[in-house]
Every structure is written in C-alpha cells, then in structure tokens.
C-alpha cells in the first residue's frame, strides 16, 4: 500500500464548477499536508499548507484536513481555465535529523470555458 | 519570493554518458532536494543535501551520485546514462529548522537518454 494515494484523474469540469480534490494516506506521523500546483511543463509551485485538522481558505481555494480518517482535500470555488493544471498533495511527519516529505502522484484537472 | 533554478530545462544526452544536472536557490536554505517525477509514480526523492558537503540517499538513489560544494548550489550526477533514466528532475529547496516550512521547486529538467 502506498503511503499517499490520490486519484490520477483526469477530472474535466466546465467553468465555474466547485472542484474537489482528495488524497488518503496510511501514515498517522504526518503533521503537515501540502498542495501544489503544477502547470505542464513547469516544477510544482505551492499553493497552500495547514498543519491541523480543520479548513484554510485562501481566496478560492480551501484545504481540509481530517487526521481522523487520514484524509485530505482541497476545493476549487468558481473555477476557471487558467486551473487547468496537476494538482499534487504532499504530507510531512518529523523524523530524527528533520522532515520527511511524501507527494501523491497528482491529479490531471481540466476547466473548460 | 524563494527562487530555484535549474540550468537546463531540457536535455538529450546518449547511454553511458555522465550527465551533470545543476540547481542552484537564492534564499540560503540549508536542505536541497533532488526528485525524478514519472507518470503514475509522482515525485521520487534521489539524494538530499542538509548543509555542504552532507549528502544522504534518498529512495532511489541507485546510478546517481549528488555534489554540495557551495550553500546554494547542488548537482545530481548520472554516472552512466542509462535509458531508465529518461525522466522530469526537479530541485527543491527548504530551510532547516524546528518549525516545518514546505520545499520550493524549481522548474525541472527534462531529460531523454538515447
């Protein structure tokens, strides 16, 4: 079992559709959860971080985090083209000597105008 | 903002070739990363660096060696090209600490063995 799955999509939805998307993971160590963004041809680029349970919103974007049930998802309100990208989750637990960063294989999201 | 750059976004090189990719940040972080990105198998870490000169595997670390002269700088070296090898390498970078801050990338190199 992979430490972090998520979803490979590809997921298309039309313009101003909300977005869901979600990563489980097996590891209860992990304390910090991530998502990042890449367009094609570009490295990830991030796009929030929250440490608890609970929600962060940043503009359209909302991240949930449920350590109960090792779940993570991040919602796209109002959705536009220009978020047509690979949407990455990624978790961190601390280990002795620092961080250990895991990244789901990423979700293919498609807005069409 | 955190800037990483890696010198060649894209590259061809032939089998048994030695490949030097390079990555440099402008934001003093003490820890590198170097990642392969493949379909379906998301990012793998290689090698990580926390300060110069120190240097640890990662998961797969196996045909590739890693190179920390200067704080800002960190080079992935394929010993032997092999066509396994073809693939999207990223460098990332993030300070050390005791409070977690997440990795910054750069914008990858891609890289075809012939």
């Known amino acids: 079992q992979k430490e972090v799955e998520q979803d490979p999509g590809p997921l298309s939805v039309p313009e101003g559709a909300i977005v869901s998307l979600n990563c489980t993971y097996s590891?209860?160590?992990?304390?910090?959860f991530m998502w990042y963004r890449q367009y094609s041809r570009k490295g990830p680029e991030l796009l929030m971080y929250?440490?608890?349970?609970g929600n962060k919103e940043d503009g359209r974007f909302t991240a949930q985090v449920d350590k109960s049930s090792k779940y993570i998802s991040l919602f796209i309100r109002d959705s536009q083209p220009s978020d047509s990208a690979t949407y990455l989750c990624?978790?961190?637990?601390?280990?002795?000597?620092?961080?250990?960063?895991?990244f789901g294989a990423g979700t293919r999201l498609f807005v069409k105008a | 903002d955190v800037k990483v750059t890696q010198s060649s976004r894209y590259l061809v090189k032939r089998t048994g070739e030695k490949v030097f990719l390079e990555c440099v940040q402008d934001?003093?972080?003490?820890?590198m990363f170097w990642y392969r990105q493949d379909p379906g198998l998301g990012l793998r870490l290689i090698y990580f660096?926390?300060?110069?000169?120190?240097?640890e595997k990662g998961d797969i670390p196996e045909g590739y060696s890693v190179s920390r002269e200067k704080k800002e700088r960190f080079s992935l070296i394929l010993e032997s090209a092999s066509t396994n090898q073809t693939s999207m390498y990223l460098c990332?970078?993030?300070?050390?600490?005791?409070?977690?801050?997440?990795?910054?990338f750069g914008d990858g190199t891609r890289l075809s063995i012939l």
């Open positions: 990332a970078s993030r300070p050390r600490g005791k409070a977690f801050q997440p990795q910054h």
């Open positions: 590891n209860s160590a992990f304390q910090y």
């Open positions: 929250t440490y608890s349970s």
């Open positions: 990624a978790m961190s637990g601390s280990y002795t000597g620092g961080f250990k960063t895991i």
């Open positions: 934001m003093d972080h003490e820890n």
């Open positions: 660096s926390y300060d110069v000169k120190m240097k």
